[in-house]
């Protein structure tokens, strides 16, 4: 058991324009991820405690990825002040955007995207052009993209 952990708050991580996952996989990294606070916040600015994926929901999604691959299994905390919403309309919001973005992840090709990672040589531009499909409302209409391998 690590004698202090963190609880990162994504505004205050987005306040000091660190990139999400990454302030997040150190203490992943090292075991010591103790709880963490969710909301959406702009880059900069004073803390806002927007709704969760209200503003950059691909960093949302970047920072599910995150966890995903360290194999956190841990809570996630909602940290809103919904001024012009009702507090339980903010919490459903919140809950439904993180639901979403963690079905976006889990349906994603991982052994590609990997493989897309451990060999830009033989994949330059496949992993965006694969994240723009998993987004879009109809891939379908997209021109084919082969896996990397």
Known sequence: MPFFALN???GHVLMGYEDLSMAFAWPLADGRLAHSHWNSQPLGNYDQD???GS???ESLEALLYTLRLHGYTGHLGIDINPERIP???ALRISFDAIRAANDRVENLDHEAILFSQRHPDR???WLEAYLIRARAAR???LSP???PF
């Open 123 to 125: 994949s330059r531009g």
């Open 139 to 141: 891939p379908e209409r």
């Open 50 to 52: 927007l709704t969760v």
């Open 55 to 57: 503003v950059s929901p």
């Open 145 to 147: 993209l082969p896996r």
């Open 8 to 10: 990162p708050e994504i």
């Open 87 to 89: 507090v339980d309309v």
